[in-house]
């Protein structure tokens, strides 16, 4: 039996409702049965190891509070209460240069913590207009939060028979000076602290250097006196990365009273002989520029190697630190005596000492670090430079021994 035609579209009859026409146009959803699961379960399985795997990784390098060491790549996460410099001062003219690295160090946007070690018979009780040394102190302290530690000093000191009618300059100058650089051994009994970065503060503070602190580990990192290479192959004090020890302390304090005996104080001596071989090497360019490198016209040593062309911008762009070190003349906040300087001063590359000079690069950076040294004195401290010493040196009757 045929079936029948209606023309009526009402009439006809498709076997689906709305609704089951509706269902067909969605998309299918499949949801994974325990077949399904069971079958990719090695794909699975890996995956989920690999999540733990890189979960417990990055919890490892990325700590809330990074351990002791970690590389500069997280350097956010590093506890810099665990790190210090470190300064020392025997005098008001020492403690003056201590405050002006630690004002450096401030504007510089150094994080770690900053120490100054003193005579235990300076105090903070300022007792009136003229006591500069308590003064610097309290200065110290509130001014640059510095975490001030007393200590013995007297003891390491030597009498070098230096003239009491010598000047203030001259006895600045004399070899005095050299018997209370020993204080900076006590820097290695710090050991709050996992590092220290001790700085001779006769320098100008130029970068930042919280960066030496995640250096490799070792007892002690020094710079090379690359001055007096190929002769001697020694390092310097001028800066010293300190893995702080009671026992490294005691070792230098015997090594000192021994020397003392001997009338040899001089710390680099002390440091070369116990650390010489096994101490941490660190580049001279950035952290041991001397300013007697701008008056010398032989930069071999410095460079390391003989065809590198001298470019004093370039060398001082490179240097996070620059040490005063020019002798026979003072000391920076010391004046100098003109007779003196006209030898001293660098010198010009072109026709020197005429109108038509040129090439004066050395003379003017060099000028300008101790111009500026003497500028922050009077800033920081409020305290004017002392006046030169006589030149040439004269002969004390009093004392028999030359005064230089």
């Not at 009780?125 to 001030?148: F, H, M, P």
């Not at 590092?195 to 919280?210: A, K, T």
Request: proline content about 6%.
């Amino acid at each position: 039996m045929a079936p029948s035609t209606n023309d009526d579209s009402d009439s006809y009859d498709s076997g689906f409702d709305d609704s089951d026409d509706e269902r067909l146009k969605r998309p299918k959803i499949h949801i994974p049965t325990y077949r399904r699961v069971w079958r990719h379960r090695k794909l699975i399985f890996g995956a989920v190891i690999c999540g733990l795997i890189i979960r417990w990784w990055s919890g490892r390098r990325r700590p809330f509070f990074a351990p002791k060491h970690e590389p500069s790549l997280y350097y956010k996460n590093i506890d810099w209460r665990l790190y210090a410099y470190s300064q020392y001062a025997t005098d008001a003219h020492y403690l003056c240069n201590a405050i002006m690295v630690f004002d450096q160090l401030e504007l510089l946007g150094s994080k770690a913590d900053r120490i100054l070690l003193y005579p235990e018979h300076f105090d903070t009780n300022i007792e009136g207009s003229q006591d500069r040394t308590s003064q610097l102190l309290v200065k110290a302290q509130r001014e640059y939060d510095v975490k001030l530690v007393p200590v013995a000093i007297e003891g390491m000191r030597t009498d070098r028979g230096v003239d009491p009618n010598a000047s203030e300059a001259e006895r600045l100058t004399a070899d005095e000076t050299w018997d209370t650089s020993i204080t900076k051994f006590l820097a290695f009994n710090q050991t709050q602290y996992f590092r220290i970065l001790h700085l001779d503060n006769d320098v100008s503070v130029l970068r930042n250097m919280d960066d030496l602190f995640l250096a490799p580990e070792a007892r002690v990192g020094m710079t090379r006196a690359y001055w007096k290479l190929p002769k001697e192959n020694t390092l310097t004090s001028l800066l010293m990365l300190i893995f702080p020890s009671v026992i490294e302390t005691e070792r230098l304090m015997v090594a000192a009273e021994r020397e003392t005996r001997a009338n040899r104080t001089y710390d680099m001596e002390i440091l070369n002989e116990l650390y010489g071989q096994s101490a941490l090497v660190l580049p001279h360019r950035k952290y041991g520029l001397l300013t007697g490198e701008f008056r010398s016209k032989n930069h071999t040593n410095y460079h390391g190697n003989d065809y590198e062309i001298w470019d004093p911008q370039r060398a001082l762009a490179e240097a996070s630190l620059v040490h005063f070190s020019d002798h026979p003349l003072p000391k920076p906040w010391i004046m100098w005596p003109q007779q003196l300087l006209k030898d001293m001063m660098p010198k010009c590359d072109y026709m020197p000492g005429t109108p038509e000079e040129s090439g004066c690069r050395d003379r003017d950076i060099w000028i300008d670090l101790y111009h500026d040294f003497r500028r922050r004195r009077k800033d920081v401290c409020g305290l004017l430079s002392v006046p030169a010493p006589e030149w040439p040196p004269v002969e004390r009757e009093s004392s028999g021994r030359r005064v230089d």
